[in-house]
Every structure is written in structure tokens, then in C-alpha cells.
């Protein structure tokens, strides 16, 4: 991928280089320069998305022969250790082809109202719950218990999660 990046740099230098030192006038240079950068653009833009494609299609036959090594020992009733292995390495494979819209989400709540940004999917919002007055009057042992509550949704199935913390660390 680095290589790809210099060579894409090393192209578009040359391109305004070439034009920079031209007896042209300045706008016709700018301009050329400017459709020489869109050509570039385009090019490497169609190759990235072939090379996207072609990805796609070798993770779609990797997944195809895992999916048939797991029916294969299935028919051959294998022992479970091979069986369990097998369908690991298919289940990483599935999810390593999800598209972003299919993978998993994860959302928390802390018990606070702050906006926490998501690696991948934007913003994740985790309400606060106000803690009323008469709570945080009482002794320290009556106080109620932190908890963090974890959610994650997969193509509308959702898991919920909750820990209880009894001792603040």
C-alpha cells in the first residue's frame, strides 16, 4: 500500500512539475495541471476499486472452502477439537466480510450524559441518568451501586449486558 501511495505521489509531482516548467501561460498550466490531477484521481480510483472487488471475491472463496472443510468433517463425523477449529476460522472469516452496515455495533452506558464517539460508526450517545439529591446526601454505603451497560446489535438482534461494580477501585 505504501508503494502504491509513492507511486501516486511521484506521478501527480511529475505531472505539476512537467506543466511548472512549460512556457505556457499561467491559467492554461493551471488548468492542464488541474485535468492531469483529475485524470490521476480517476485512475487510481478505478484501481482501488478493482482491487477492492478482487478482495472481495478471494475472502468469498476462502469462505466458500472453509464453510465445505466444515461440512466435509461433519459428513466424517471428526472429532470435536477439528470440528470447533474449523468453524472458528469460518466464523473470522464472516465477520471479516461483513460491510460496515452488518457488523457489530456496541454502545455503553455509564450512567452520564456525554457523546462518545465510535471508531466506525459515528456517535454513540451514553445518557446520563441524574443522580437525585437525597442520593447523594446518604452515607456511603446506601448510595446505589455503579453499573456499566453494554449493548451490542447485529442485524436487529441485541445482546444487553450490565456489571455492578460494589467496590469503587
Not at 509531482?13 to 488548468?31: G, N, P, R
Not at 468433517?73 to 470435536?80: C, D, Q, S, Y
Not at 473470522?92 to 471508531?119: I, K
Request: glycine share 4%; net charge negative.
Amino acid at each position: 500500500m505504501n508503494t502504491l501511495r509513492e507511486e501516486i505521489k511521484e506521478m501527480i509531482s511529475a505531472t505539476i512539475k512537467e506543466k511548472l516548467h512549460s512556457d505556457a501561460d499561467s491559467v492554461s498550466t493551471v488548468s492542464q495541471s488541474i485535468r492531469a490531477l483529475d485524470a490521476n484521481a480517476q485512475y487510481w480510483s478505478n484501481l482501488s476499486n478493482k482491487a477492492t472487488r478482487c478482495s472481495c471475491s478471494a475472502l468469498e472463496l476462502q469462505l466458500k472452502l472453509a464453510e465445505e472443510k466444515v461440512n466435509t468433517l461433519l459428513h466424517k463425523e471428526a472429532p470435536e477439537e477439528l470440528l470447533l477449529e474449523a468453524a472458528q476460522e469460518n466464523m473470522q472469516l464472516r465477520e471479516a466480510g461483513l460491510m460496515p452496515e452488518q457488523q457489530v455495533r456496541f454502545s455503553a452506558d455509564t450512567g452520564r450524559n456525554v457523546t462518545s464517539p465510535s471508531r466506525n460508526y459515528g456517535v454513540n450517545p451514553i445518557n446520563e441518568v441524574h443522580i437525585l439529591r437525597p442520593e447523594v446526601d446518604a452515607p456511603f454505603g446506601r448510595q446505589g451501586t455503579p453499573a456499566l451497560s453494554i449493548s451490542a446489535q447485529l442485524d436487529g438482534a441485541v445482546v444487553n449486558m450490565t456489571s455492578e461494580y460494589s467496590v469503587i477501585q
